[in-house]
C-alpha cells in the first residue's frame, strides 16, 4: 500500500514546477484565499506552501483540508497545482526499506511496563506521568536521545503514545510509525490515506493491542499495534467536511471519541452556504468499529434560514463541534465533552459549553454552557464577511478536554480552559453549576487557552496561548502582512483547584528570532515536581510546579540528524502536548500554519546518569 503511495506520487509529480496550468489553477483556485490572508484567518500564506511538499498538498486537496475547495478540479488538475506549488524536489521515499529496521523481535508488551496511552494520561485527562523516574532533581541532566524526520511533513501535530517499548506517532502525509522507544528505530509504517489529525490511543483488546487515531478525512482508524495491519476503518459521520481531531479514549471494549470540521474554513467560499455541520460525540466496537450510539451535540439538523444581513442564503443551527478527547467519569456512569463555537445563525445552548453523556447510550444528562450566542466562522475575519453570521463570533471554542478531579472533603470539580483566556472549575454532582472562575489571558480566535491544561491533583498547571498578529509593511504602506507580534501571548500558570486563586506565574520569556511569538499554544504535561510546556517560538522548558521556575530549556527551532535519515528541523510546538514514560520524553515539534515555524520531528529524551550533579 505505501509503495503503491509512493510510485504513483513519483510518477505523477516528477513533472513541471514551472507548469502554467498549474500556474493558473492557482489563480483560479486559490490565490483569493492564499496570496494574501487576512491578518487573523488560519490560512497559511502561498509562501509556506511553497515549503511544503507536492505529496502533502496534492493529499490536502484529495482527502485533507482542502478537498472541498478543489472539489471542482480534476485529478490531474490537482497534481499540477500542488506540483507548481510544492517543492519540486519531489522524491517519496519507498518506505518499506527503512534506513533503521529495527533487529526482528516480537511485541510482547508488559502490562505493567511505564505508557502514556492517550491524550490525558488515563481517563480524567490529568495529563500527568505519575510513575516517570524523571524529578525536577535530574530533569537539568535532560539531553537529546534521538531524533525521527517525518518525510513530507512541516507540521507535527499527532500526540504520540508509548507502550511496551515501543512509540507510536501519526504524521501529516497520512502514515503512523511505530519505533523503539529507546532507539528510535523502525517497526513498522502504515500509510492511512488522509493526514493523522488526532493523538494515538493504545488499548489492550481481547489479547491483542490495538492502536486507534483520527484523521483529516473524518475516519477513525484502527491497527494492530504489533505490525501495524489495519483491521477496521469507521467514519460514523456522514458530512463531507467532518474530521477527527479528538483522540479517542477506550473503555471496557468501547471506543469514545468527538467530531469536529473543516466547514468553519469552507465558509471563506463566497459560494458555500453556511453551514450544515454539526458536532457529535459517538462510541464503537473497539473489536470491529461497529456504532453502538451517536450523539449530536445540536439536537436539530441544519435547514436553511433566513438571509443574512450581508444578504446570503444561510443554513443553520450548525458547529459545536468536539475537538478535545472525551473525559470517562465511570464511577457515575457518564463522560465529558467540550464543545466549540456555532458556525452559523441560529445559535444554540450547546456551543462553548460541556457537556454531560450516559457512557452506556450516549443520552445527554446535562449542558452548561460558558459563553452563549457565539456564531462565528473564518469568513468573518474575511474584509467581506460572506457567510459571516449576524452575531459575528467571538470564536471562544473550549478547545481542551475538561479536567475531572476529586477535591480534599470529597467534593469534584470539572477544569475548563477556554479559548477566551477563561479558567472555569464547574461542579459535575450538580449539572455543571459554576464553582469558580479565573481570568488567565486576554482570548482570541486562535486562543486563550488552546490545547490544555494539566494537573497533579494538587495545582492546576495553565499555558497561555494568546497569541496575537501586528501588521508589518515590507511591501508599501498599501500592502500590509501580517506578522507575529513578539510582544504578546505566552505564560505558564498555577491555580488552586478549590477555589481558582492564582499561586504562581511565570511570563513567557521574550521569543527569538524575530518576527515569533511567545505563545504557548500546545498541551502541558505534568510530573511529580515539573510541569513541561512547548512555545510557537519552538522552544520546549520544564517549570517547578512549586513556584514555576524554569529548570531546564531546549530550543527545538534548529536542524537535526534523525536516525532515520530523513533531513528534520523543529520549530513551533502546537496542539498535541510532550509525553512521559519511564525515564524518557517524547515530543513533536513543528507547526506551519499561520506563521508557526515549519517543523517535521520527533525528539526523545533521557537525563544522562553519567553527568555529574552540578
Ligand atoms: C476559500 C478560501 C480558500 C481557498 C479558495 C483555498 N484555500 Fe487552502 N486553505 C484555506 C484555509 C482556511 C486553510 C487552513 C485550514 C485549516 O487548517 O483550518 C487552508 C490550508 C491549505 C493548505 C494546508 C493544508 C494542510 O494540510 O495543512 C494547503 C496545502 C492549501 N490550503 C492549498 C490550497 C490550494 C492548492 C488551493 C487551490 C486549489 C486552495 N488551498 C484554496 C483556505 C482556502
Known amino acids: 500500500m505505501i509503495r503503491a503511495l509512493a510510485v504513483l506520487l513519483l510518477h505523477s509529480l516528477a513533472f513541471a514546477a514551472e507548469d502554467p496550468l498549474g500556474a493558473g489553477l492557482y489563480r483560479k483556485h486559490c490565490a483569493s484565499c492564499h496570496d494574501a490572508p487576512s491578518l487573523e484567518s488560519r490560512i497559511p500564506a502561498k509562501s509556506t506552501l511553497q515549503a511544503m511538499r507536492a505529496a502533502a498538498i496534492l493529499q490536502s486537496l484529495e482527502t485533507g483540508v482542502m478537498r472541498q475547495q478543489a472539489a471542482a478540479l480534476s485529478r490531474t488538475e490537482k497534481r499540477s497545482v500542488a506540483a507548481f506549488l510544492g517543492t519540486s524536489s519531489v522524491s517519496v521515499a519507498d518506505r518499506s526499506r527503512f534506513a533503521n529496521p529495527c533487529p526482528p523481535s516480537s511485541f510482547q508488551p508488559d502490562q505493567a511496563a511505564p505508557s502514556w496511552t492517550n491524550w490525558g494520561a488515563g481517563l480524567n485527562n490529568w495529563r500527568h506521568q505519575s510513575t516517570s523516574i524523571l524529578t525536577a532533581s535530574n530533569i537539568p541532566r535532560l539531553r537529546l536521545k534521538w531524533a525521527f524526520g517525518f518525510p513530507d511533513a512541516t507540521t507535527v501535530r499527532s500526540q504520540p503514545a508509548v507502550f511496551g517499548g515501543r512509540i507510536f506517532i501519526g504524521s501529516q502525509d497520512g502514515t503512523i510509525y511505530s519505533l523503539d522507544a529507546s532507539t528510535g528505530c523502525q517497526h513498522w509504517a502504515t500509510t492511512v490515506a488522509a493526514q493523522v489529525r488526532s493523538g494515538i490511543t493504545i488499548a489492550a483488546l481481547d489479547g491483542r493491542v490495538i492502536l486507534l487515531a483520527g484523521d483529516t478525512g473524518g ?95 444561510t443554513m443553520g443551527p450548525s458547529g459545536a463541534g468536539v475537538w478535545s478527547a472525551p473525559t470517562l467519569d465511570p464511577a457515575h456512569g457518564l463522560l465529558y465533552v467540550t464543545t466549540g463555537d456555532n458556525y452559523s445563525d441560529p445559535p444554540t445552548p450547546t456551543s462553548d459549553a460541556v457537556i454531560a453523556l450516559a457512557i452506556s447510550d450516549g443520552q445527554i444528562h446535562w449542558t452548561k454552557q460558558l459563553l452563549a450566542g457565539d456564531a462565528f466562522n473564518s469568513s468573518c475575519t474575511h474584509p467581506e464577511k460572506y457567510n459571516c453570521p449576524d452575531t459575528d463570533g467571538p470564536d471562544f471554542d473550549l478547545g481542551a478536554s475538561a479536567i475531572l478531579l476529586q477535591l480534599p472533603g470529597g467534593s469534584r470539580t470539572l477544569i475548563l480552559a477556554q479559548k477566551s483566556g477563561m479558567l472555569h472549575a464547574v461542579d459535575p454532582d450538580r449539572k455543571g453549576e459554576i464553582q469558580w472562575q479565573s481570568r488567565v489571558g486576554k482570548g482570541g480566535v486562535l486562543g486563550g487557552i488552546q490545547w490544555g491544561p494539566a494537573t497533579d491533583g494538587t495545582r492546576i498547571y495553565v499555558a497561555l496561548s494568546d497569541i496575537a498578529f501586528t501588521r508589518a509593511y515590507p511591501n508599501g504602506p498599501e500592502r500590509p502582512i501580517r506578522t507575529l507580534d513578539d510582544k504578546s501571548g505566552g505564560g505558564l500558570f498555577a491555580f488552586n483547584p478549590r477555589n481558582g486563586e492564582r499561586l504562581w506565574q511565570t511570563p513567557a520569556p521574550p521569543c527569538s528570532p524575530k518576527p515569533c511569538s511567545p505563545a504557548q499554544s500546545a498541551a502541558i504535561t505534568s510530573l511529580a515536581g515539573v510541569v513541561f510546556s512547548g512555545s510557537v517560538d519552538g522552544r520546549l522548558r520544564a517549570y517547578s510546579s512549586i513556584d514555576g521556575k524554569i529548570i531546564w530549556e531546549y530550543n527545538t527551532a534548529r536542524e537535526f540528524t534523525t536516525v532515520n535519515k530523513v533531513p528534520a528541523q523543529g520549530g513551533s510546538m502546537d496542539v498535541g502536548g510532550p509525553v512521559i514514560a519511564g525515564g524518557m520524553l517524547f515530543a513533536g515539534a513543528g507547526y506551519g500554519q499561520w506563521g508557526g515555524i515549519a517543523g517535521n520531528v520527533l525528539l526523545a529524551f533521557e537525563v544522562n546518569q553519567e553527568e555529574v550533579q552540578p
Open 219 to 313: 475516519f477513525l482508524h484502527a491497527l494492530d499495534a504489533a505490525t501495524g495491519t489495519p483491521l477496521w476503518k469507521a467514519r460514523p459521520e456522514l458530512h463531507p467536511a467532518a474530521m477527527i481531531s479528538s483522540t479517542p479514549v477506550v473503555h471496557n471494549g468501547r471506543v469514545f471519541f468527538g467530531i469536529s470540521s473543516y466547514e468553519e474554513a469552507s465558509a471563506l467560499s463566497p459560494g458555500h452556504i453556511c453551514c450544515s455541520f454539526r458536532g457529535s460525540v459517538v462510541a464503537l466496537d473497539a473489536a470491529t468499529g461497529k456504532l453502538i450510539w451517536k450523539t449530536f451535540t445540536i439536537v436539530e439538523p441544519a435547514k436553511p434560514g433566513p438571509l443574512s444581513k450581508r444578504g446570503k442564503p
